[in-house]
């Protein structure tokens, strides 16, 4: 479990989508995986990579749903590099 404050735009907006589920009787918010995925793509530091790597290998992410949170907080092109650089098969 890890405890995340907005810190800004698509934080606030992943808080807003968050799930709601259930803790002991306290309701606790739960991003979805394709707003953990942009936020971890978004903050780029080198577990965020590899844990950006793991939510794409599990095969969780709404693909669809992922692309439109990327287009809308302007990270297409951080994507488009990172797939890149961990995604492809040539060099």
Known sequence: MQ???PTGPLAEEA??????YDVDG???RVFTAEYLAA???QTGCAKD?????QFI?????????FDEILTRHALTER????QQQFLSDTP
């Open 26 to 28: 306290v309701p606790a």
């Open 3 to 5: 405890f995340l404050p």
């Open 49 to 53: 990579k590899a844990r950006l790597l």
């Open 39 to 41: 936020i971890a793509l």
């Open 57 to 65: 290998e599990s095969g969780i992410l709404d693909a669809v749903t």
């Open 79 to 82: 994507w488009a590099l990172f």
């Open 15 to 20: 808080l807003a989508k968050a799930l709601v």
